[in-house]
């Protein structure tokens, strides 16, 4: 079982920046896939990046829409997760959910979710 607590949402305006973290419980996350997805109001929850464990190249990936704007990381020694987010738009306005143990971007666990207002 892994535990996520996302933290680092707020209000920024557009063009601003956030970098929301993700604190992992359990000693197996360095072997996890982990991503970061959204949701905004009345729309599904979509995917926006994830990256690979370091056993596995430690490789990412992103949605178009996020590209060159965020950025995902990992420090396997804290077994956290972070999403790094530039230039953001009111699009980008969203419960951002932490995700542990990707495979084809369906994740197995879920964090509760941190909102991110981006203010025109």
Do not use: H
């Amino acid at each position: 079982q892994v535990q996520l607590v996302e933290s680092g949402g707020g209000l920024v305006q557009a063009g601003g920046s956030l970098r929301l973290s993700c604190a992992a419980s359990g000693r197996t996350f360095s072997r996890y896939t982990m991503g970061w997805f959204r949701q905004a109001p009345g729309k599904e929850r979509e995917f926006v990046a994830s990256i690979r464990s370091p056993w596995n190249g430690g490789t990412t990936d992103y949605a178009d829409s996020v590209k060159g704007r965020f950025t995902i990381s990992r420090d396997n020694a804290k077994n956290t997760v972070y999403l790094q987010m530039n230039r953001l738009k009111p699009e980008d306005t969203a419960v951002y959910y932490c995700a542990a143990d990707l495979v084809n971007r369906r994740p197995n666990y879920w964090g509760q979710g941190t909102q991110v207002t981006v203010s025109s």
